[in-house]
C-alpha cells in the first residue's frame, strides 16, 4: 500500500497568521491517464470528515479561498493563508490513485 | 443537497455479523460510485471498500476482503459485514464518488458506529 506522511503531526497556529501541511507518498501518485489524485480532508471536532481539495490543488464547492493545494508527484502541501478559529480540527491527506486509497496520519491543527 | 444517512452499526461479538445500510438522496444514486470508510476510535482514516455506480465492480483492502461484501440497490448502499474481529470496531462512513467509476469521497455522511466486543 502506498504510505503517506504528514507533517507535522501537530500545528499551533495564531489567528490570522498562515500555516501549511505537507504530505510526501512512497510512490509517485500521478496516475496512466496523467491525473494525481491526492486530496485534502477536514475534520472538525464532532463532525465527519469533508473534502476540500481534489486532485492536488482543486477546491471543492464550499470551500474558502484560504484553502489551497499545491504540489506534484509524490510532493504536496495544504496551505491555510489565515487561519480562522473555525479552521481548528484534523488535516488529512490522501492519496486516490493507488487502491487502497490511504490516508495519512492526520495533523491536529490548533489556535495557539 | 446531497444526504448520505448511514444505519445499521451495533455491538457485536467477535465472529458475527452485521450489515449496514447508507440512505442516499439528493442526486441520481445510480450514476456514481460509492465507498465505506472507517475511523477506529482514536485512529486515523481508512478506506475498506468502492463500488462502481452499475455495481458490477468492486474493491476492498486486504484486511476485509473475503470477510466484508459492498453491495448497492437503486438508492441504497450496504455493507455486510462477517466474521467480524475485534479489530473493526470503527465509526463507518458512507462516502459518494465523483462519477460512475471512481470513488474517493466527494461527500461523507454521518457514520455508524460498529463495536465488536466479547
Known amino acids: 500500500d502506498v504510505v503517506m506522511t504528514q507533517s507535522p503531526l501537530s500545528l499551533p497556529v495564531t489567528l490570522g497568521q498562515p500555516a501549511s501541511i505537507s504530505c510526501r507518498s512512497s510512490?509517485?501518485?500521478?496516475?496512466?491517464?496523467?491525473?494525481?489524485?491526492l486530496s485534502w480532508f477536514q475534520e472538525r471536532p464532532g463532525q465527519s470528515p469533508r473534502r476540500l481539495i481534489y486532485k492536488v490543488s482543486n477546491r471543492d464547492s464550499g470551500v474558502p479561498d484560504r484553502f489551497s493545494g499545491s504540489g506534484s508527484g509524490a510532493d504536496f502541501t495544504l496551505t491555510i493563508s489565515r487561519v480562522e478559529a473555525e479552521d481548528v480540527g484534523v488535516y488529512y491527506c490522501m492519496q486516490g490513485s493507488h487502491w487502497p486509497w490511504t490516508f495519512g496520519q492526520g495533523t491536529k491543527v490548533e489556535i495557539q | 443537497d446531497v444526504q448520505l444517512l448511514e444505519s445499521g452499526g451495533g455491538l457485536v461479538q467477535p465472529g458475527g455479523s452485521l450489515r449496514l445500510s447508507c440512505a442516499a438522496s439528493?442526486?441520481?444514486?445510480?450514476?456514481?460510485?460509492m465507498g465505506w470508510a472507517r475511523q477506529a476510535p482514536g485512529k486515523g482514516l481508512e478506506w475498506v471498500s468502492l463500488?462502481?455506480?452499475?455495481?458490477?465492480n468492486t474493491y476492498y483492502t486486504n484486511s476485509v476482503r473475503g470477510r466484508f461484501t459492498i453491495s448497492r440497490d437503486s438508492s441504497n448502499l450496504y455493507l455486510h459485514m462477517n466474521s467480524l474481529r475485534v479489530e473493526d470496531t470503527a465509526l463507518y462512513y458512507c462516502a459518494k464518488g465523483e462519477s460512475a467509476t471512481y470513488c474517493s469521497g466527494e461527500v461523507w455522511g454521518q457514520g455508524a458506529l460498529v463495536t465488536v466486543s466479547s
Open positions: 439528493g442526486f441520481t444514486f445510480s450514476n456514481y460510485a
Open positions: 510512490q509517485s501518485l500521478v496516475y496512466s491517464d496523467g491525473n494525481t489524485f
Open positions: 463500488i462502481t455506480g452499475s455495481g458490477r
